[in-house]
Structure formats: C-alpha cells, structure tokens
Nanobody, 126 residues
Framework: QVQLVESGGGLVQAGGSLRLSCAASGRTFGGYNMGWFRQAPGKEREFVAG???????YYADSVKGRFTISRDNAQNTVHLQMNSLNAEDTAVYYC????????????????????WGQGTQVTVSS
C-alpha cells in the first residue's frame, strides 16, 4: 500500500508563491504517473498538474505559466511550485499516484489514480 504525504501548504497573499511537496512510501514510484489535484469548498475536485513516468508535464489551463511540477525519483517525491497565486487557487491540494505501472498515456481523470494523500490546505488572501 502506497502512502502519500503532502506538505508545504499555508496562507499566502495574492501574488505570492508556495511549494508543495509529496513524499511517497511503500512503492517505488519511478514508473508511475503522478498528479496534483485540488478541491475548493463547494466545488468538484479538479486536475491541476501532472508528470508522467517519462517526465512529461501537463497543466490545467488555469495554472499554465504559473505552476511547475517536478519529480525526484531517487527521493520518491513530487513537487509543485506555485507562483503568482490568486484567490481562485485557494483549495485543498492532493497528490495522487496512477494505479497503472508505465501507463502509455497520461490521464487527468481521478479514477486513474488509486492512492491519494491526505491533502494540504492552500489559502490565498486577496
């Protein structure tokens, strides 16, 4: 069973930056796609950013140019650098690992992921 633990959330002013980290244990994740999702109050969970096992990156249109995802397979970690934050970025952020080893395509759909972290709160004050 994989355990994912997010960290790095907090309160930041609009225009500021945060760096989220997700540490994985229980499975070597070098061959798995990873994703960051978020859920704001009263809204559905949405895809934010992802990185494939080949290290291709994918972003939601709302965060392109502001967020950067990266991974360190040696450390079993994935990071999300978030710049130019605005109030619409306020949400609980979750990292997740794909259920399929070396999936041939990158999926932004939640059901493709079988393990999720507990989430970290990001609050952007305007």
């Amino acid at each position: 069973q994989v355990q994912l633990v997010e960290s790095g959330g907090g309160l930041v002013q609009a225009g500021g930056s945060l760096r989220l980290s997700c540490a994985a244990s229980g499975r070597t994740f070098g061959g798995y796609n990873m994703g960051w999702f978020r859920q704001a109050p009263g809204k559905e969970r949405e895809f934010v950013a992802g990185i494939s096992w080949r290290e291709s990156t994918y972003y939601a249109d709302s965060v392109k140019g502001r967020f950067t995802i990266s991974r360190d397979n040696a450390q079993n970690t994935v990071h999300l650098q978030m710049n130019s934050l605005n109030a619409e970025d306020t949400a609980v952020y979750y990292c997740a690992i794909d259920r399929t080893y070396r999936r041939s395509y990158y999926s932004t759909n939640g059901p493709a992921y079988d393990n999720w972290g507990q989430g970290t709160q990001v609050t952007v004050s305007s």
